[in-house]
T-cell receptor
Framework: SQQGEEDPQALSIQEGENATMNCSYKTSINNLQWYRQNSGRGLVHLILIRSNEREKHSGRLRVTLDTSKKSSSLLITASRAADTASYFCARGNTGGFKTIFGAGTRLFVKA | EAGVAQSPRYKIIEKRQSVAFWCNPISGHATLYWYQQILGQGPKLLIQFQNNGVVDDSQLPKDRFSAERLKGVDSTLKIQPAKLEDSAVYLC?????????????FGPGTRLLVL
């Protein structure tokens, strides 16, 4: 499969807790992006991290990238019920324009 | 700013019938993508256009799927004839030109059910 590996496949936490999702990939990348998908708003871009960056923040989101391990993680701090959604990593491969999505992590935040 | 528009939102057809989906990208976005998302999976790229030229269609089942982007703006994706396994959500996305794997803006999708 060309898709990256995301783990865990599903995650259930209490409101206020932190949620960490991981993404691994096999080929070299230009960048890695995280997207959120819920039934109300469709697929929405959250954050993009370039291959020469190690960490990036956006509000309650923190993304790290370790190109030596070919992995990335998304941390959502102080989670809210509204964070309930599927989260996908998508990598932009070098040598082309294709963006390849992983299978996603399904996050459920209990109020 | 208007987002990516898609129509129809839902479609139910019988196998072996034909179906077409339409997408209007964000104004000024030269790159347009069609994805297929099967329930429980991530989006799979079917075809990518840069203006009206095809950049990648390696995962498009060309014996039954076709897509065009006339004048480098709107795009249509057609399935003829449809199979049961084509039941999925078809997502259209667009992005600014010249960005390798850059930020994509997605439409609401068309949910297709093939009976």
């Amino acid at each position: 499969s060309q898709q990256g590996e995301e783990d865990p496949q599903a995650l259930s936490i209490q409101e206020g807790e932190n949620a960490t999702m991981n993404c691994s990939y096999k080929t070299s990348i230009n960048n890695l992006q995280w997207y959120r998908q819920n039934s109300g708003r469709g697929l929405v871009h959250l954050i993009l991290i370039r291959s020469n960056e190690r960490e990036k923040h956006s509000g309650r989101l923190r993304v790290t990238l370790d190109t030596s391990k070919k992995s990335s993680s998304l941390l959502i701090t102080a989670s809210r019920a509204a964070d309930t959604a599927s989260y996908f990593c998508a990598r932009g491969n070098t040598g082309g324009f294709k963006t390849i999505f992983g299978a996603g992590t399904r996050l459920f935040v209990k109020a | 700013e208007a987002g990516v528009a898609q129509s129809p939102r839902y479609k139910i057809i019988e196998k072996r019938q034909s179906v077409a989906f339409w997408c209007n990208p964000i104004s000024g976005h030269a790159t347009l993508y069609w994805y297929q998302q099967i329930l429980g999976q991530g989006p799979k790229l079917l075809i990518q256009f840069q203006n009206n030229g095809v950049v990648d269609d390696s995962q498009l089942p060309k014996d039954r799927f076709s897509a065009e982007r006339l004048k480098g703006v709107d795009s249509t994706l057609k399935i003829q004839p449809a199979k049961l396994e084509d039941s999925a959500v078809y997502l259209c996305a667009s992005s600014l030109p010249g960005t390798s794997g850059g930020t994509q803006y997605f439409g609401p999708g068309t949910r297709l059910l093939v009976l």
